[in-house]
């Protein structure tokens, strides 16, 4: 008897198969005749579509790969902006200035910006200047281009933006320089020694003492050390001849041989 009833339910899942996988080369035959958005004024809310009476996997949006892609599929195009609000919002949790990410859609075509932003994100790159010229939102965004240069590939696919968030987190250090000259040398060589991009915001902003100079001498030491698979941004108010004062020839060096100096203006 129990044979019997195996062999029931052997017959009773056969049909079913057939009728699923005659169902999937239907929508398979139906997808391959889709050459263009089906949505294009953008009613769909997904990859997975209404088209012919039937729900299918849109081959468009299948064929999204790149922002680029995204002109071709209207879904796209809003995934790809909530992902870079994900972004901005990454960057903001990992202690980037608010009002720098807010205003990443109001570029500012400056010569400062321009030069800044166009720099390799490897070694040093020091931004100098007066007061309120953008140097430090210029830091904020090549931030935001790091990571959309290694992982805005993730746009496409949600479950991946975890991932990236907990790249920023691991990957990017943003610190006041008050903050760097007064950590512990043991909070100071982990900083130096993991983050792929280091900001050091407001150089000089710090107490004007030898132990200061020297945390900051230590810091950029160990960034030196790490050599160009890395990039510490630094901004500051002083005046490049005023930094070679206060924290020393070698400091200098170092800034010149293997960095990037950017010189702001009013």
């Known amino acids: 008897m129990s044979g019997e009833a195996e062999n029931t339910e052997a017959n009773d899942i056969t049909p079913s198969i057939s009728i699923v996988l005659g169902k999937i080369y239907q929508n398979y ?10 949505h294009p004024n953008g009613e769909c809310a997904g990859d997975i579509i209404e088209y012919e009476g039937g729900i299918i996997n849109c081959p468009i949006f299948a064929s999204v790969k790149t922002p680029e892609d995204t002109r071709k599929c209207s879904y796209s195009r ?12 990454a960057l903001i949790e990992i202690g980037v200035p608010r009002r720098h990410v807010a205003a990443f859609g109001k570029i500012r075509n400056d010569k400062g910006f321009t030069e800044a932003t166009s720099c390799d994100l490897k070694d040093f790159i ?8 953008g140097k430090s939102f210029a830091a904020a965004y090549l931030c935001y281009k790091y990571i959309l240069s290694k992982f805005e ?14 790249a920023a987190e691991d990957r990017i250090g943003w610190y006041i320089a008050y903050e760097l000259a007064t950590m512990s040398a043991k909070e100071q060589k982990e900083v130096a020694s993991t983050c792929d991009i280091l900001v050091i915001d407001d150089l000089g902003i710090e107490d004007n003492t030898a132990h200061a100079a020297a945390a900051i001498n230590y810091i950029i030491s160990k960034r030196y050390d790490r050599g160009s698979d890395s990039a510490t941004i630094i901004t500051s108010n002083l005046a490049l001849d005023d930094i070679k ?22």
Not at 78 to 84: D, M, V, Y
Not at 153 to 166: I, L
Not at 252 to 258: I, K, L, V
Request: aromatic share 10%; with cysteine.
């Open 29 to 38: 035959q139906v997808a391959r005749n889709i050459n263009s958005c089906p």
């Open 78 to 89: 809003r995934l790809l902006e909530k992902f870079h609000k994900h972004v901005k919002d």
């Open 126 to 133: 020091i931004l100098c200047g007066p007061t309120g010229t």
């Open 153 to 166: 590939w993730a746009f496409v696919d949600k479950s991946k933006w975890g991932e990236v968030s907990r």
């Open 245 to 266: 004062q206060r924290y020393g020839k070698r400091f200098a060096d170092r800034m010149t041989e293997s960095g990037k100096v950017v010189i702001y203006k009013k």
